[in-house]
């Protein structure tokens, strides 16, 4: 009998070869093999009569082959196998598919599914390059083909993603799956705690496997394709769960440890309140109200402030400094960029300074001494506010005293993963800021451990963020401060630039500044796109002569990019022509105008962000995206998108829809959970819904949760982070 646990090459049909091929997709166990679901499935046992299609429909055909062959055309081969059921005929076709020649024999039972098509010139329907399987006796392995080919025809039929190896092919994994679940134990233990089971009406794990891989006649296809199913269902939510569980447990774990419970007496509160150059908006101060009762908590702030680009998270962050501060810490505060520390440290010196705050600027680009002096102050104590960019962590800074830890613009969230605190080892009992896993084993636990806010622009669904971030605790900021007037955002052809140069010298004439962006530095990059630094020279010595341009990208030295940043600000600048260095968080209130060339070759959030460098001041702002050449019909969707609304909820939802998960957050390092059946975009509410369960499971004091369960859930957290690193810190 086969466990869930087994070794995958104890299955019938597989032995070491194809166990290791199967290793490469992830599945190692039977229960690995048996949660590889079918991505559709094919109804066999009502399949379409060749009569009855009609063009435009997807469809499963099965009928037998009458003829085929490969005729040339000027242009390429063409395949062709006529499919009869009676005295109907279907044609299919495939292009260039000389590997199909002396594939198919007259006769044979043959199964095809695709889209049907209306030839345009002799008006009958046909399927090209339709999927197809042959039925019946091939495959050629003797006396289990029957009962094999009886899994193929009349009923509905799983398909499988093949793993791309030879053998490895949809059909075969029919075959073994089947084979897996004949000899699987007839006890499945149960996974889920009862009373969830119960009140969802899930259910039992043996009825879900089955039923997945072979539906039963009455089953809704369409519940099937969607993945609805009861048997779905079950399985998805007992992945979420369980994730949902370990994260629950992991944020208890957390909320455990020894921090700094900050004071917030009247003095501290005027202290907060000085400082404010305007009126805070009502989310302003519920997310500080937030921020502030965490802080007062003796055990260790674990925050994430989502608030979409320009709603003031700035601000915040400097009042949960002072907080630190006046309770006798320190803070550090890391931004991505140099540029942006910069911006910090200039806003910074501008709003506390006056205040009596000592603050300091440490990034790569300082020279060496000034560097050693900073590292002094900072580890005196001295420094009450350490700017610097996320180098901070990899330099390992000591801190005499750290209480807060503020990350900013955390979107790409590399750092986020990887930041861990931790106490310095032996002497001095200074603190460092250090990132890697193996030294936090050196942890002196009689130190508090510091707080961590971070602060991120990605407008993440909440679901996926309470996911992605689940042992973090969640702050939106969803106001805009006041009197900002929307921004407008047109689309244009890039032959028509003369007009858009036009509109740029009358908005500079009004006094205000602009920015143009390129998709590339240097022009050889890519030949076709104009490039940030040739166009640069056409702007400033031919279109606009006569006024002020500068130039920004990520190759120039650090003390020039600061140079040309630092005069955009003050206004020395009219026009800046940049890449996207200045994406994120640059605050530049005059300026109003963002040309952005090529927008058709950036990503939808990109766009969102460098849109969000305008529209920070009071007058009207204009995105004006242009494009040159041809748009695909995803790139048409996107700057659709980014016309029609400024709301980067929104315009994150379609991001995901776009591009997925993956890619919408950067690469699978980047911290995006390995599921194995569920999905975050298609299973959202049943996200929602397993978090909703975990936290019933895991209320009141004694929860009532089994050591079985809880390392269920340990093992979910640390296989579905498996490729990433400490963002959930496992263990
Ligand atoms: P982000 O959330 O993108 O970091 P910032 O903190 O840079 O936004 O704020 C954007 C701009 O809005 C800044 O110029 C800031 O001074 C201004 N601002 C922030 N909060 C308010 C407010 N409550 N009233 C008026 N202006 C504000
Ligand atoms: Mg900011």
Redesign the pocket.
Known sequence: MLELTTPVQYVKGIGPKLAEILATKGIATVGDLLNYLPFRYEDRLNPRGIAELRAGEMATVIGEVRNSGLFRTRRMPIFQLTVGQGRSKLKCLWFNATYLQDKFKPGQLIALYGKVEQDSRSGELQIIQPQFEMLGDAGGEGADDKAAASLEVGRIVPIYESAGQGRVTARWFRRVIRTALDDLTPDLPETIPASVRERLALVSPREALWKVHWPEAGESFEALQSSRTPAHIRLIFEELFFTELGLELKRRQQKAQTGVAFQLDDRVRQAIKKIL?????SA?KRVLKEIADDMQQPHPMRRLLQ???????????FQAAIIAIENGYQVALMAPTEILAQQHYF?ARKILENAGYRIVLLTGSLESDRKREVRRHIAQGNAQLVIGTHALLEEKVEFAKPGLVIV??QHRFGVLQRLKLMKKSGDGGGKTVALTDSEAGTTDKNLAEPDVLV?T?TPIPRTLALTLYGDLDLSI?DEL???RTPIVTRRITDDRSPEVWDFVRKQVAKGHQVYVVYPVIAENEESELKAAIKMYRELSEKVFADLKVGLLHGRLESELKDQVMRMFQRGELQILVATTVIEV?V?V?NATVMVIEHAERFGLAQLHQLR?RIG??AAKSFCILMTGGKVTEEGERRLDAMVRTNDGFQIAELDLELRGPGEFFGTRQAGMPNFRVANLIRDRQLLELAKREAAAVMAGPNPEITQVEISRALVALRTRWQHTYGLVEVG
Not at 277 to 281: L, S, Y
Not at 307 to 317: L, N, Y
């Open positions: 150059p305007f009126h805070p908006t302003q608030g979409d680009v320009g709603s003031g998270k700035t601000i915040i962050g806003s900013d613009e602060m622009a900021l401060p006041p009197g968080g605050d209130p969000g920070r001041g």
